[in-house]
């Protein structure tokens, strides 16, 4: 597998520090809020990552952390706190605030077909092991305590801009946003470890420190939760690209400083979604959500279709316009795999050579878009059915579009049926068939009812639904 790395800006051969187990790493939500579909594009290409490895036959350990303290609204260490913000909005508790929006964060991803990290940690679990880190940096003379808050300190490092490529723009994210410069910081650079004081009085969460009764900086969330799961050696750290700097500058500036060695090989960075004004955002413009798309009508998984198309190292735009038409192929996608038939018996060396192609394909830097063009190669191609379904089912578990639909088995017969048409006789049947497991058997008979008023009988059989044109 080759993946693009951020630190050496070139696309390497992946190779884990432990034969074939890999550690891999994302930066989870600070959870004050919905995603917006931008924010989960990161989540969802590192998704795809994660799976890929495994598809390749790597044996993946993925740990996330859930930000609920101590990050500010500057990722420099300014303006307001997230949390806090979150809080006075709708007149919760931090906590309430924290447990809502985390459950709203993994539902948004199971919608999508992102698989939770196999650990999930939120920040306020970790406060001894960010204490201790923080006790070690100061040992070791790479922070200091200044205003009774306890600071990095950036001028000890060789290198500080590990990535290399900050822009003006970005160096001077401490003085954006209308927020004043921490006049307790040495250098511009350095960042916060430990508050005791800040302007936030108020703060709802404190735990005692040998600095004081205070609350953690952000960055040091991910260098300790990291370490507690994964060790003092890490193989794939991920984010969105705005993570680059200051967050992930500052990650590997305190665990190397507390190690004393390279923390993590390979940086992945996701790059951002779009909307036609420009970044996306939480506060202005339309607030992107799934459940935004879904009350539109919109399946999400033809989101991911639509983050699949393009590739992770390019901004992608979003409109409704490119939704629909990716909507639109998804629809026809689905039912077209759905009629195939299932005949002859399953080649398997004719799988495994596609398995094969499509870990080169895809695993070249997460090329996801070949995949889809992979995956309409093998729909032309003429392998027998029962085959092409068991390749199609293969690429799948990557590229996770829930392309094999139970529901649509049974519509092998109406092959001639216009796709728009099928594609909604089986969306009403997955919806007949929701309603009977909920036991809401007048919404069932009203769905029947209505696909006859169509014209399209449907049957209960022991094989699933079936149906067809009256
Ligand atoms: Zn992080």
Known sequence: MKIYNSLTKRVEDFKPNDGNKVSMYTCGPTVY????????RSYLMEDVLEKLLRYSGYDVKRVMNITDVGHLSSDADTGEDKMLKGAKREHKTV??????????FFADCAKLNIKTPDVVEPATNCIDEFINMIKVLLEKGYAYVSGEN??????KLDTYYVFGNQNEDELMVGVR???SEDTNKRNRNDFVLWFTKSKFEDQALKWDSPWGVGYP????????????HLGEYMDIHCGGVDNM????????AQSESFTGHKWCNYWFHVHHLNDETGKMSKSKGEFLTVSLLESKGYDPLAYRLFALQSHYRKPLTFSYDALDQVASAYKKLKNKINNIPDDGSVDENVVKEWHDKFAETVGNDVNTAMGITLLYDVLKDGMNGSTKKAVIKDFDYVLGLNLIDENAEASNENADVDPELAAFVEDMIAKRKEAKKAKDF????????????KGVVIEDTREGVKWHLA
């Open 217 to 228: 900086g952000w960055h040091i969330e991910c260098s300790c939760i990291s370490m507690k």
């Open 442 to 453: 007048a919404l069932a008979d009203s769905i029947r009812d209505e696909l006859l008023s």
């Open 33 to 40: 809020h919905f995603a917006h579909i931008g924010n989960l």
């Open 245 to 252: 700097f200051p967050h992930h500058t500052n990650e590997i």
């Open 95 to 104: 906590m309430e605030i924290a447990k809502f929006y985390t459950d709203a």
């Open 177 to 179: 946003d209308d927020v």
């Open 150 to 155: 306890v600071y990095f300190d950036t001028s």
